[in-house]
Nanobody, 122 residues
């Protein structure tokens, strides 16, 4: 059973920073990308960022490139998302998720967590 333990959401003012953490367990897939997608009220899901479990390559949505950094600690099976220069439009529920690397860009996530709220005030 794939499980996620997410933490790190909260309320921050525009320009501030937050770091999300996701401890994942129960999966042994190769060619997997693990990271976050987000969903704001009334909007579609957006793949924010993921890191390939095998190669370590990282992927970012254009909306967050240059502001967010994803990293992983393989010994702890934990992935981190450092979010800097946050904007009000980053406000959403952020879900830790994993998908085959080839499916991440099309939003075909196979497993995801319960989500953590990120709110950025102006």
């Amino acid at each position: 059973e794939v499980q996620f333990v997410e933490s790190g959401g909260g309320l921050v003012r525009a320009g501030g920073s937050l770091r999300l953490s996701c401890a994942a367990s129960g999966y042994t897939f190769d060619e997997t990308c693990i990271g976050w997608f987000r969903q704001a009220p009334g909007k579609e899901r957006e793949g924010v960022s993921c890191i390939e479990s095998k190669e370590g390559n990282t992927h970012y949505a254009m909306s967050v490139k240059g502001r967010f950094t994803i990293s992983s600690d393989n010994a702890k099976n934990t992935v981190y998302l450092q979010m800097n220069s946050l904007k009000p439009e980053d406000t959403a529920v952020y879900y830790c998720a994993l998908a085959p690397t080839t499916n991440w860009a099309t939003g075909e996530y196979e497993y995801w967590g319960q989500g953590t709220q990120v709110t950025v005030s102006s």
